[in-house]
């Protein structure tokens, strides 16, 4: 949890989608959708409907901390950790 805090607050006050999460954290969808979803049902995450940048693409999900995500994220380090895929070491 403390990658994809990480990742939220390098985006803050900024809203970012779900891919860009995927690549900035590493993790895959099996893991990043439930987390993010708890997390938004606990009020550390805002969550938004996009509309599509171009013609024929889907609308996406983008996600953002709340204040008291980002509150969560000082006080867990997360906002001073840097964001490390989860592969880059393998």
Same mark, same amino acid.
């Given at each position: &949890? =403390?990658? =994809?805090l /990480? !990742?939220?607050? #390098?985006?803050a %006050?900024?809203?970012i989608h779900?891919y860009?999460l &995927?690549? +900035?954290? *590493?993790l895959n +969808? *099996? @893991? =990043?959708c439930? /987390? $993010?979803m *708890?997390m938004?049902?606990?009020?550390l995450?805002a ?6 940048t @171009?013609p024929?693409? %889907?609308?996406?999900h #983008?996600y953002? $901390?709340?204040?008291a995500g $980002?509150?969560l /994220?000082?006080e867990?380090g997360?906002a +001073?950790? %840097?964001?490390? %895929?989860a592969g /880059?070491? !393998?």
């Amino acid at each position: &949890m =403390l990658t =994809l805090l /990480a !990742a939220l607050v #390098a985006e803050a %006050p900024g809203w970012i989608h779900g891919y860009g999460l &995927m690549n +900035s954290t *590493g993790l895959n +969808s *099996g @893991a =990043l959708c439930p /987390a $993010l979803m *708890g997390m938004t049902e606990l009020g550390l995450v805002a969550a938004e409907w996009r509309e599509p940048t @171009a013609p024929g693409r %889907p609308p996406r999900h #983008a996600y953002r $901390l709340t204040a008291a995500g $980002l509150a969560l /994220a000082h006080e867990a380090g997360a906002a +001073s950790a %840097p964001v490390v %895929p989860a592969g /880059a070491f !393998a």
